[in-house]
């Protein structure tokens, strides 16, 4: 049974940084996309950097340059790290997996498998 468990979100100030962790349990297919997606209240799921076991990465155009997605060697662990942090960053950020090919890395209903999600918080 797949299990993903996120970890490491956290309160910051605007301009400070934070790295999520997502330790992947019981994935045995030979190909892999991960994502992160964040969720802020009252809004859709929203896709913001995927990485694929080709290593193409994805990433929404309002986080390029300031998040950064990347994997252990042993393909156990997510990260996301995330740079000049801004208000509106402020959601609840979900790992996901999907276990074939997919066409949108950035698209939630291309993945099938999910995390419980850990709060990400920038204040002005």
């Known amino acids: 049974q797949v299990q993903l468990v996120e970890s490491g979100g956290g309160s910051v100030q605007a301009g400070g940084s934070l790295r999520l962790s997502c330790a992947v349990f019981?994935?045995?297919?030979?190909?892999?996309?991960m994502g992160w997606f964040r969720q802020a209240p009252g809004k859709d799921r929203e896709g913001v950097a995927a990485?694929?076991?080709?290593?193409?990465?994805s990433y929404v155009d309002s986080v390029k340059g300031r998040f950064t997605i990347s994997q252990d060697n042993a393909r156990n662990t997510l990260y996301l790290q995330m740079n000049s942090l801004k208000p509106e960053d402020t959601a609840m950020y979900y790992c996901?997996?999907?276990?074939?090919?997919?066409?949108?890395?950035?698209?939630?209903?291309?993945?099938?498998?999910w995390g419980q999600g850990t709060q990400v918080t920038v204040s002005s």
């Open positions: 019981g994935y045995t297919y030979s190909y892999v996309c």
């Open positions: 996901a997996a999907a276990g074939a090919w997919i066409g949108y890395p950035l698209r939630a209903t291309e993945y099938n498998y």
């Open positions: 990485l694929d076991s080709d290593g193409f990465t």
